[in-house]
T-cell receptor, first 114, second 115 residues
Framework: AQSVTQPDIHITVSEGASLELRCNYS??????LFWYVQSPGQGLQLLLK??????LVQGIKGFEAEFKRSQSSFNLRKPSVHWSDAAEYFC????????????FGGGTRLMVKP | NAGVMQNPRHLVRRRGQEARLRCSPM?????VYWYRQLPEEGLKFMVY????????ESGMPKERFSAEFPKEGPSILRIQQVVRGDSAAYFC?????????????FGPGTRLTVL
């Protein structure tokens, strides 16, 4: 069965600092990987996704993520964090068989210090 | 183009009552997914529907929960005889195609509180 682990429940960074959020997955075949962001009381917004090809994926809001098959990881990065980036971030893996369900990690809550 | 719409945004029910959550997918989307987010947890898949068909309900509790996506109108997630443990945020997502590479777009969620 597929699973996603986000080891960091909370992360605090200073505004302007770089950010890396960790995501490890377990899946038998080539995974379809996603990062979503959830602001308080809101739904989820897709930041970026990886299906195949270039392992470095660019997303919205200046985010990028790198797929590393050898490490089963899909870490999210941003070179300079803005206060508006404070939110909860979810990594997810898609089921490329019938069903299309997404399996989510537990989330990482990002706080940004001024 | 309106996004995925869910209503109500907040729902309060007493134990034993019924809860009905509605989801209108994005225009042109005929695939709907329901997820549940318990407090301090990630989202868990519940059910995947196409128009008039349940495709995958492997994440649905066996009792009290049901879902439908009729030919006309929104998708409905129904919870009968709610209990306190049903308190959660319920999110609906929709996609255009039946493909794992197709992005799922999420609605704002319905936050259910059971007293």
């Amino acid at each position: 069965a597929q699973s996603v682990t986000q080891p960091d429940i909370h992360i605090t960074v200073s505004e302007g600092a770089s950010l890396e959020l960790r995501c490890n997955y377990s899946y038998g075949a080539t995974p379809y990987l996603f990062w979503y962001v959830q602001s308080p009381g809101q739904g989820l917004q897709l930041l970026l996704k990886y299906f195949s090809g270039d392992t470095l994926v660019q997303g919205i809001k200046g985010f990028e993520a790198e797929f590393k098959r050898s490490q089963s990881s899909f870490n999210l990065r941003k070179p300079s964090v803005h206060w508006s980036d404070a939110a909860e971030y979810f990594c997810a893996v898609g089921n490329n068989n019938a069903g299309n369900m997404l399996t989510f990690g537990g989330g990482t809550r990002l706080m940004v210090k001024p | 183009n309106a996004g995925v719409m869910q209503n109500p945004r907040h729902l309060v029910r007493r134990r034993g009552q019924e809860a009905r959550l509605r989801c209108s997918p994005m225009k042109g989307h005929s695939h709907v997914y329901w997820y549940r987010q318990l407090p301090e947890e990630g989202l868990k898949f519940m059910v995947y529907l196409q128009k008039e068909n349940i495709i995958d309900e492997s994440g649905m509790p066996k009792e009290r929960f049901s879902a439908e996506f009729p030919k006309e109108g929104p998708s409905i997630l129904r919870i009968q005889q709610v209990v306190r443990g049903d308190s959660a945020a319920y999110f609906c997502a929709s996609s255009y195609r039946d493909s794992s590479t197709d992005t799922q777009y999420f609605g704002p969620g319905t936050r259910l509180t059971v007293l």
